[in-house]
């Protein structure tokens, strides 16, 4: 089946810094969405590609869909302590239902 | 709006017994998913409904566990009998299923031990 692999797993960074992750798929997305988790909640969604090099942004956060259609990248500006959480990588093979598949996970330490 | 609403939030259970999870997807909405999340295994999807009707029930683990959505604002999720190894955190999420979008907005979980 199908593999998400996010990195990197886990990262500590000082306030202020920017982050950059991303997911790598055996295969082709065609919607990449990324969504955030924090402690004792489910995943929010923070931002959703559709379309083979897109880049879109949502505050500080900008995501890209990679042109081979088999990546995405989530980049933080100027990561603040509430940037604290599990971010979480997700894409779906094509149209209509199509079974989501999630990444492992990217938990990031902000560290005042 | 409300979001998507999980009950209970924790459930403590002993091994054996019968555990019923609910949710109320957001209204309007015509996707219904449940979701098991463990540290091992990551987020795996058990079952999708689409205008009620169970669609892909691929991810339900065993026989044990059973879904059912009676009407579009309720669904459960039953796992009969329980065992330790059902311990996880549970999600609902639900989405208006439309063209090629699909968003899923998720609830808060219900954090099942099974003992």
């Known amino acids: 089946g199908q593999q998400l692999n996010q990195s990197p797993q886990s990262m500590f960074i000082q306030e202020g810094e920017d982050v950059s992750m991303n997911c790598t798929s055996s295969?082709?997305?065609?919607?990449w969405l990324w969504y955030k988790q924090d402690p004792g909640e489910g995943p929010v969604l923070l931002i959703a590609?559709?379309?083979?090099?897109e880049l879109t942004s949502n505050g500080r956060l900008t995501a890209q869909f990679g042109i081979t259609r088999k990546d995405s990248f989530l980049n933080i500006s100027a990561s603040i302590p509430s940037d604290v959480g599990i971010y979480f990588c997700a894409g779906q093979p094509s149209g209509g239902y199509q079974k989501v598949t999630f990444g492992t996970g990217t938990k990031l330490q902000v560290i005042p | 709006d409300a979001g998507v609403i999980q009950s209970p939030r924790h459930e403590v259970t002993e091994m054996g017994q019968e555990v019923t999870l609910r949710c109320k997807p957001i209204?309007?909405?015509?996707?219904l998913f449940w979701y098991r999340q463990t540290m091992m295994r990551g987020l795996e999807l058990l079952i999708y409904?689409?205008?009620?009707?169970?669609?892909?029930d691929s991810g339900m683990p065993e026989d044990r566990f059973s879904a059912k959505m009676p009407n579009a604002s309720f669904s459960t999720l039953k796992i009969q009998p329980s065992e330790p190894r059902d311990s996880a955190v549970y999600f609902c999420?639900?989405?208006?299923?439309?063209?090629?979008?699909?968003?899923?907005?998720f609830g808060p979980g219900t954090r099942l031990t099974v003992l």
């Open positions: 999420a639900s989405s208006w299923l439309a063209g090629n979008t699909d968003t899923q907005y």
């Open positions: 295969s082709i997305f065609n919607t």
């Open positions: 209204s309007g909405h015509n996707s």
């Open positions: 590609l559709y379309k083979a090099g």
């Open positions: 409904f689409n205008n009620n009707v169970p669609i892909d």
